[in-house]
């Protein structure tokens, strides 16, 4: 079955750049997902990947995929308190239709002065 | 801007309640939502899927007589946990696509107490 982990938790100074980790296991995944959920909120859909891209960058955001060893990763850059809370990596087995998102159990990211 | 919207953000009721929890999509038709549950420090388990015009479809282990669900329009799907317990007490989140192919959005998320 599907199955998408990650490191529950990281801890970074004010400035540094952070660097979340995520692998899955199903190999047919289309799309690859970076949520933000800060305390007591939604999730806010940061960014997300396709699978035959190796790379994506969005301002302070960049996303890296190697698919061969089905590992995602979000490198935020110049990471602010406001960055604090988790983030969940999520990934859909196929296109089209009503897919549904494996979620992973998400990163808590910890910003310290 | 939010392109899913949730009501109530949070609801506080006494045990045996039936709380109903909206949900809505922005200048866009969502055919699916999905409802979610979240408990603390945990990851979002997927209760149902909504289906507008037809029955939602719920997952494996999740009473669909306590948490009905109904999708009546092309941009609201309602949760409704009837006769609410202490142990229903929860973060319940929507989501739904904007398009085939689309990422999900979420809306807000509903923080359920019950005393």
């Known amino acids: 079955g599907e199955d998408v982990e990650q490191s529950l938790f990281l801890s970074v100074r004010e400035g540094d750049s952070s660097v979340i980790n995520c692998t899955y296991t199903?190999?047919?995944?289309?799309?690859l997902y970076w949520y933000k959920q800060e305390p007591g909120a939604g999730l806010q859909l940061l960014t997300y990947i396709f699978s035959n891209m190796d790379m994506k960058q969005d301002q302070r955001l960049t996303v890296l995929l190697n698919k061969k060893d089905k590992h995602l990763s979000l490198r935020i850059a110049d990471t602010q308190t406001g960055d604090s809370a988790i983030y969940f990596c999520?990934?859909?087995?196929?296109?089209?239709?009503?897919?549904?998102?494996?979620f992973g159990r998400g990163t808590s990211l910890i910003v310290h002065p | 801007g939010a392109v899913v919207s949730q009501h109530p953000s949070r609801v506080i009721c006494k045990s045996g309640t039936s709380v109903k929890i909206e949900c809505r999509s922005l200048?866009?038709?969502?055919?699916?939502m999905f409802w979610y549950r979240q408990f603390p420090k945990q990851s979002l388990m997927l209760m149902a899927t909504s289906n507008e015009g037809s029955k939602a479809t719920y997952e494996q282990g999740v009473e669909k007589d306590k948490f009905l669900i109904n999708h009546a329009s092309l941009t609201l799907s309602t949760l409704t946990v009837t006769s609410a317990h202490p142990e229903d007490s929860s973060f319940y989140i929507c989501s739904a696509p904007t398009g085939s192919d689309q990422p999900q959005h979420f809306g807000d998320g509903t923080r359920l107490s019950i005393l």
């Open positions: 999520a990934e859909t087995p196929s296109s089209g239709g009503s897919y549904i998102p494996t």
């Open positions: 200048d866009f038709q969502a055919t699916t």
């Open positions: 199903d190999s047919s995944s289309t799309y």
